[in-house]
């Protein structure tokens, strides 16, 4: 197997400060430790070939009762400083002859899929990449006792991890800095004149430091989203002249087309209804309505993550969505598992939370006389108390 995508799991810190004895990422949130949750984001990505995990020399019984049972690599261990560590990381790895390399902190385990296969694709094209999220207060200078002036927000970001590099810059960046204290990769990258760009961070991606951190983080895991909310959506969308139909973002050749003033994906519209309806906010139509010509044409996959915006807004997390399509023509079983993934993706959801499933009416109505096509979902959401 050639080894393109690396991760550098940084696991090293002392951080004793949150829970006294054990270093916060060995620490347990909601039933797994943070080191476990980080690592699984790599795991479960099907882009990354290799996870390499830095661990202080004293740690071993802790990260071997963390994920000792996962496929890993044997861990290796770290330096004084995070630099120093990450450095030995990079070097310890050096003979898989990686293409690319993500640097996370084992403290981060909220990162999602969506953000790691963003980081991917940037890195690809552009060769450096991190995380980071704009700041929204405004930022004081303060020189002695009292405020010297404010400094414009606009320019500022806050970093977040993983990083992506292309190996052989940042192994050879990191050698060069090797004696100068800097606090990301990001900064070494910089410093040796690379170009780093900056992908849209989440704040749910924080990185776990006090104790109030430690709470957030309980409250994230699913043991605490007892606020069961269940939505319903139905759509339909008529047949016109055409040679194709977009449902649950899958173009599927046929006959006929849908009419709509977006991409008619009544599919899309349907769940985009059951999220908004599960969280009370209304109807696709209000959020987007069709009397105004932005949404000509729209891919509806922008209405959809509007609605999944909102419950990550309201720190909710989606259990499951159950979508039934109603028509005679197209066939959607052959479709079925590329819809799901589809969705999956979009949400960035579990295709084992994502139902797709088919039905004709019998040739009764207006779906069975081939005139159109219905969308009824169904979706359970989770919101903390
Ligand atoms: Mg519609």
Redesign the pocket.
Known sequence: MTIKNVAIIVAAGRGHRLGGEIPKQYLDVGGMPILRRSVNVFLENPTIDHIQVIIHPDDLELYNSAVGDLDLPPPVHGGETRQQSVLKGLEAISDLMAEYVYIHDAARPFLKQSTLNKLISEVEEHGAAIPALSVTDTIKYMAADSIQNTIDRSFLYRAQTPQAFRYKAIYMAHRRHENNDLTDDSAIAEQSGLKVRIIPGREDNFKITTEDDLKKAHIMTQSSYTDVRIGYGL?V?AFEAGDHVILGGVKIPHGKKLK?HSD?D?AM?AITDALLGAMALGDIGEHFPPSDKKWKDASSDIFLKHAVKLIDDADGVIANIDLTIICEEPKIGPHRDKIRDKLSEIIDLDMGRISVKATTTEKLGFTGNGEGIMAQAVATIRLPE
Request: charged share 15%; aromatic share 0%.
């Open positions: 759509d969308h709509g008619a009544v519209h």
